[in-house]
């Protein structure tokens, strides 16, 4: 396939360090959406502040970069006001769940069909490496240099408890997994969560001698196991991919079509 | 739609003018005085098949309105002072990024939760000014509910002429209060529609790239033409960019587009002004009591006049000028400390002076308010 095709050249060289993790999450998003077949006139990019959010941007569709912690809400009018269209909202875990938690859960809720991209490298990137609420106790941030006391919250636990009828995770060293959950998120109709961990060699690695991107792509690999995985009951630290929640129930789109047909029915 | 007799709440009026305008997509988050507006548009949006949401938040109404917008929709939401300044932020997005909204407040006591239920003028300066950095900004105002139907339908053609959000402000007295309104019948007032580009794919488009007239055609999100939409500052594309002379040339181009447009977007009523030695300027629910005084001063042969302003932002000053420039004595009627008789001061000069007439205690000014101070300025005593 073409990469190129969904990528808008004017827009390049893009704002990544080195070593970032969100380029991969690009690279394997554009092929999601070309296996789906999807046209570019049909795909929304809705996406907040931060790193994460820039990749909207970069992208060959109509991109939406708004405010922080936001992108789902603005989303929500998106989707609601024209449901053919296939909206993705990637988002950094601040954005995603500190500013725009209460988005997050609601959106989750209402089982909107939208996409949220969770693009977790465990920092505020842009800002210069403060802790976000997925860094976790006991590392380390420009705002949290005597080690962070704040509790992470689970991704994964967090959009079932709120709702998500679609709920993944997986990590940019899983790309091919990476690639095929975005499928399937993007195909599920309701609303669909995955969570990716993406590395922050700048900021996040830095501060917690995590090494290298590739240091860091390592982690991922060796800390990570499938779903269901007998490894995790031997070892709690280890973190599961794959598909965690994946379930039908009325979509809000639909369930509005439904009540206009209520209220215009005489 | 016939030409219909009815007894309804400001806020139903303002509902009623929103649908006639052609509104499609409604969010909103309940708050008093504005949630009838809401009550009122989820019974009347989904039975034209059109779209209601009730949001999580203010935050993500102001939001998802704007998202709907892209998509080639007439929007609104509505809230009252709280949820006005929790709006702030995304308001700023839609100057930036140019995006025809309508945002009404319903105005309420303030600071804070103030007061719910009682009425106050005391928003008009955060109207202005309330999201950061230097903008401009429409706010639009009425005093009565035929004027609160005409000024929601006129905000509906400013937002989509200019491609700006445009602010309804009015107060708890002219939403909660309950009079006649004639709906008037389809094309009675004209609408203003949307603008599109005629370019088709695979032409070049720039959704920031002003015509000749100054206008602006969009293309809907779903539609052949793909662009990027943001807050930063940015180019014809939508593109980011921090190059100077394009900052200066959009910082510009933002705020011109409305002061170079003031008389285009003024709305206001005379009453006697044209021998009169004493203007009163009052706007919203405070013009009521205002003209009562003028009728009942000039039933005893006071030549005293009356200008009601309809526009609020972009203060018409050249309107406040001329209307005031025989008069002996300027009196602004409003319900807070002063916020539009400073923008009155500015228009009519220093060589008069200009007076507030006033209350701040969240009860509604009324006639023996106003002739109370009236005689003190006049140097009738107390």
């Known amino acids: 396939m073409d990469v190129k095709y969904y990528l808008r050249e004017r827009f390049f060289p893009h704002m990544w360090c080195a070593g970032c993790g969100h380029g991969i999450v690009l690279n394997a998003l554009v092929r999601a959406v070309d296996g789906l077949g999807i046209k570019k006139r049909d795909m929304v990019m809705v996406s907040g502040i931060g790193c994460s959010s820039r990749i909207s941007g970069y992208v060959d569709f109509h991109s939406l970069h708004t405010l922080h912690g936001r992108a789902l809400a603005f989303a929500t009018g998106v989707k609601l006001s024209k449901p053919s269209l296939n909206v993705i909202v990637p988002m950094g875990d601040g954005d995603a769940l500190a500013i725009g938690g209460n988005h997050f859960i609601h959106a989750a809720r209402r089982n909107i069909n939208i996409t949220a991209l969770v693009m977790n490298n465990r920092t505020y990137g842009m800002t210069g490496g403060q802790f976000s609420p997925l860094s976790g106790v006991g590392t380390k941030a420009t705002t949290a240099p005597y080690s962070n006391i704040d509790r992470e919250f689970d991704t994964v636990e967090l959009a079932t408890g709120a709702g998500a009828t679609f709920v993944a995770r997986t990590t940019v060293y899983h790309v091919k997994q990476l690639q095929s959950l975005l499928k399937k998120a993007i195909s599920h109709n309701g609303f669909s969560v995955l969570e990716v961990l993406s590395q922050c060699p700048t900021y996040f690695g830095r501060k917690n001698r995590k090494g290298s991107a590739v240091d860091m792509l390592n982690s991922f690999k060796d800390g990570t196991v499938p779903v269901g995985s007998k490894k995790k009951q031997d070892n709690p630290e280890l973190i599961e991919r794959g598909v965690f929640v994946d379930k039908i129930l009325p979509e809000y789109c639909e369930a509005y079509a439904e009540l206009v047909e209520r209220a215009t029915a005489k | ?382």
């Not at chain 2, 930063?232 to 933002?254: C, I, S």
């Open chain 2, 1 to 382: 739609m016939s030409k219909k007799i009815t007894f309804v709440q400001g806020n139903e009026a303002c509902a009623l003018g929103a649908m006639y305008a052609g509104l499609d997509f409604y969010a909103g988050y309940p708050i008093t005085p504005s949630t009838e507006i809401a009550e009122t548009l989820a019974v009347m949006l989904p039975a034209a098949g059109k779209k209601f949401i009730q949001m999580e938040d203010e935050i993500s109404s102001m939001c998802a309105i704007i998202g709907a917008s892209l998509t080639g929709n007439k929007v609104m939401t509505a809230t009252s002072g709280p949820g006005f300044s929790l709006k702030q932020e995304a308001l700023g997005y839609a100057v930036m990024a140019e995006i025809p909204c309508v945002v009404v407040n319903v105005q309420r006591g303030g600071p804070s939760t103030g007061n719910p239920t009682h009425v106050s003028q005391g928003d008009v300066n955060q109207a202005r000014w309330g999201t950061h950095g230097d903008h401009s900004i429409v706010a639009l105002s009425a005093s009565n509910h035929q004027d609160v139907f005409k000024m929601t339908v006129e905000a509906f053609n400013i937002a989509e002429t200019y491609r700006t959000p445009v602010i309804l402000l009015f107060d708890e007295v002219i939403g909660h209060m309950r009079e006649k309104l004639i709906v008037p019948e389809e094309g009675e007032i004209p609408l203003v529609a949307r603008l599109r580009t005629s370019l088709k794919e695979g032409v070049n488009y720039h959704p920031y790239l002003p015509r000749e007239d100054g206008r602006l055609p969009m293309s809907d999100f779903g539609d052949v033409h793909r662009f990027n939409v943001t807050g930063l500052y940015h180019d014809m594309w939508g593109f980011p960019t921090d190059k100077p002379e394009l900052v200066q040339e959009l910082l510009r181009h933002l705020i011109d587009k409305i002061e170079n447009n003031v008389h285009k977007m003024t709305f206001y009523k005379s009453y006697f002004l044209e021998d009169a030695s004493t203007i009163l300027i009052s706007y919203g629910s405070a013009a009521r009591s205002a003209l009562s005084v003028v009728k009942q001063r000039r039933n005893r042969g006071e030549s005293i006049g009356l200008l009601e302003l309809n526009t609020i932002w972009p203060f018409p000053a050249e309107l406040v000028r001329e209307c005031t420039q025989h008069a002996d004595l300027v009196a602004v009627v409003e319900m807070n400390v002063g916020q539009l008789t400073q923008s009155v001061k500015l228009a009519v000069g220093t060589q008069k002076r200009v007076h507030l007439i006033n209350r701040l205690d969240g009860q509604m000014i009324i006639d023996k308010d106003i002739k109370r101070i009236l005689r003190i300025l006049q140097g009738r005593g107390i």
